[in-house]
C-alpha cells in the first residue's frame, strides 16, 4: 500500500510522514526479488528450471514429462494462491483507507501456463496532517493506522506506515488537549468577567435606586410640612375677637 504524494513509508523513519507511502504485500517482495529471500526460498518456486536434458519430439518441441507436468501444476497453484493473497491484502488496504485510499494497482507474473498472475501490490493513501486541525488529523491518521494493519498479515512496510500514523496521533492528541486547555481557561475567564460585569450592573442598580428613593423623600418633605399646619387647633373665635 502507497501512502500520500511526496516519498514512501517504507524508506521513512522520521516523525514527520510524508504525504504518500507505500503499504505492499509482504511476499510480493521476495518472490519479486525486493527483499532479501528466506533460505527455503528460490526461484524455482515461481518459475521451473529449464531441463537441457529433457526430449523433444519429432517436431522439435520438448515433451513434457509427468513429473514437469506435475511440478507445472504446483506452481499454477502457488501463483493462484499468491494472486488471492495480493488482491485481498491490497483490498484490504483500500476498502479500510476510505476517501484517503486509492484503488489498488498490481505487479503480475506470467505462469507457466500462459497466465498472468498478481504477485505483488500496493494501495495509495493520503497521510498527510490537516493543517490547523487537530482533532480531524487524530480522525484521519487512525483511519490510516487501521488502514496499514488491516489485511490478515501485514507487511513490515505496513507496520511502519501504522506505527508513523500513530505518532502523528499522538501529537495530534496533544495539541487537541493545549486547545481544549486554552478554550476551558478561555471560558472561566469569560464568566468570571461577566459575573464580574453582573455584580457592577446591580450595584449600580442599587446606588441608582437609592438616590431615588432620597429624591423623592426630599420631594415630599414641604408636603408633610403643610399637612402638619393644617393638622393644628384652631383657635376659638371669641379669643379672636378679644385680641381685635
Do not use: W
Amino acid at each position: 500500500m502507497n501512502v500520500g504524494g511526496l516519498g514512501h513509508f517504507a524508506t521513512a523513519a522520521s516523525v514527520a510522514l510524508p504525504a504518500r507511502a507505500s503499504l505492499r504485500s509482504v511476499t510480493a517482495e521476495s518472490l519479486l526479488g525486493l527483499a532479501s529471500p528466506s533460505p527455503s526460498a528460490s526461484s524455482a518456486a515461481v518459475q521451473p528450471e529449464s531441463d537441457s536434458s529433457a526430449t523433444v519430439d519429432a517436431a522439435g518441441r520438448p515433451v513434457v514429462t509427468p513429473a514437469q507436468e506435475q511440478l507445472i501444476q504446483q506452481q499454477v497453484a502457488q501463483l493462484s494462491r499468491r494472486d488471492r493473497e495480493v488482491r485481498a491484502h491490497e483490498q484490504a488496504h483500500a476498502s479500510v483507507g476510505g476517501n484517503y485510499a486509492g484503488g489498488p494497482t498490481y505487479i503480475f507474473k506470467r505462469g507457466p501456463d500462459g497466465r498472468t498472475y498478481a504477485v505483488g501490490g500496493e494501495v495509495s493513501i493520503d497521510a498527510s496532517a490537516i493543517a490547523n486541525d487537530p482533532a480531524a488529523t487524530l480522525r484521519k491518521m487512525e483511519q490510516v493506522a487501521r488502514a496499514a494493519l488491516a489485511p490478515a498479515e501485514p507487511s513490515g512496510q505496513d507496520r511502519r506506515v501504522a506505527a508513523q500514523a500513530q505518532v502523528l496521533a499522538a501529537q495530534a492528541r496533544v495539541e487537541l488537549a493545549v486547545q481544549q486547555r486554552d478554550a476551558a481557561a478561555s471560558a472561566i475567564a469569560e464568566r468570571k468577567a461577566l459575573a464580574a460585569q453582573d455584580e457592577q450592573d446591580e450595584s449600580e442598580q442599587q446606588t441608582e435606586q437609592a438616590t431615588k428613593t432620597d429624591q423623592q423623600d426630599a420631594d415630599l418633605a414641604p408636603s408633610l410640612q403643610l399637612y402638619r399646619r393644617l393638622g393644628l387647633p384652631q383657635e376659638p373665635a371669641s379669643v379672636l375677637n378679644e385680641v381685635a
